[in-house]
């Protein structure tokens, strides 16, 4: 069973950075592709990035990309988002999410489970 929690979250002034991460108790962790997605107040939720099953893959939304940086430790069962130079529109509550997929990250992923969100607020 997967069980994903987020922490990490907060206030931070535009500019400022974060490091979000995502826990898995469960036993599984490294047979999935990991990601975040992100939803802001009266938005759908979107996807911001994703990481392989080994982590030799990533891939980025075209509006984090350069900023953020998805890791993972499969070790300690965690994946990480590495969030630099923030901006207020990146004000959301992030998502950590995991789909059963065991090859390389291409796309956006298609999570089977989720995380229950952590709270990212950036002022100006």
């Known amino acids: 069973q997967v069980q994903l929690v987020e922490s990490g979250g907060g206030l931070v002034q535009a500019g400022g950075s974060l490091r979000l991460s995502c826990a898995d108790s469960g036993r599984t962790f490294r047979s999935y592709a990991m990601g975040w997605f992100r939803q802001a107040p009266g938005k759908e939720r979107e996807f911001v990035a994703a990481i392989s099953w080994s982590g030799s893959s990533t891939y980025y939304a075209d509006s984090v990309k350069g900023r953020f940086t998805i890791s993972r430790d499969n070790a300690k069962n965690t994946v990480y988002l590495q969030m630099n130079s923030l901006k207020p529109e990146d004000t959301a509550v992030y998502y950590c999410?995991?789909?059963?997929?065991?090859?390389?990250?291409?796309?956006?992923?298609?999570?089977?489970?989720w995380g229950q969100g952590t709270q990212v607020t950036v002022s100006s």
């Open positions: 999410a995991a789909e059963p997929k065991m090859t390389a990250v291409t796309t956006i992923i298609r999570p089977a489970y």
